[in-house]
């Protein structure tokens, strides 16, 4: 608290004058007012000072909070983005095996499909008839185009 009224020089005029006409009364409602008014301004001082503390210990939990979320969130973005990464690579891998797999059964029924006393008789013969079956709907579709 930088200013008194008390220490004002105003003041001490006023009382002094009211000393002067020998209005104690009236000089000592000013005095009391005064001092009631300082004590206010100290109290509001306190008041302000305790604020601006729980101010500064408010913004410190929140800083540690906002933080602590935004490395959560932080940790979390990078787990699933490795996680994503880690799945397109099987996902790749799967479909290169497919990709195999379709080869293999390719070069095997073109190596097979005149045997008859194949083990895989059965699926040759199915795929046999399912080729027929394209190649059938195939000019179908041209038939129709056609039109």
Excluded at 43 to 65: A, H, M, P, S, W
């Amino acid at each position: 608290m930088d200013y008194k009224l008390s220490e004002d020089e105003n003041y001490h005029m006023l009382i002094d004058e009211l000393d002067k006409r020998g209005l104690d009364k009236e000089r000592n409602e000013v005095v009391g007012l005064v001092h009631y008014l300082e004590s206010m301004e100290q109290q509001f001082t306190n008041v302000l000072d305790e604020l601006q503390q729980v101010r500064c210990q408010l913004e410190k939990i929140q800083d540690k909070g906002i933080r602590k979320t935004v490395l959560k969130i932080t940790d979390k973005a990078k787990e699933i983005s490795e996680v994503s990464s880690l799945n397109s690579q099987i996902r790749n891998q799967e479909k290169t095996i497919e990709r195999c797999y379709n080869e293999i059964g390719k070069l095997y029924y073109e190596a097979h499909k005149d045997d008859t006393s194949d083990a895989f008789l059965e699926q040759i013969e199915r795929i046999t008839k399912a080729k027929q079956e394209v190649e059938r709907l195939k000019k179908d579709v041209e038939n129709v185009k056609n039109k």
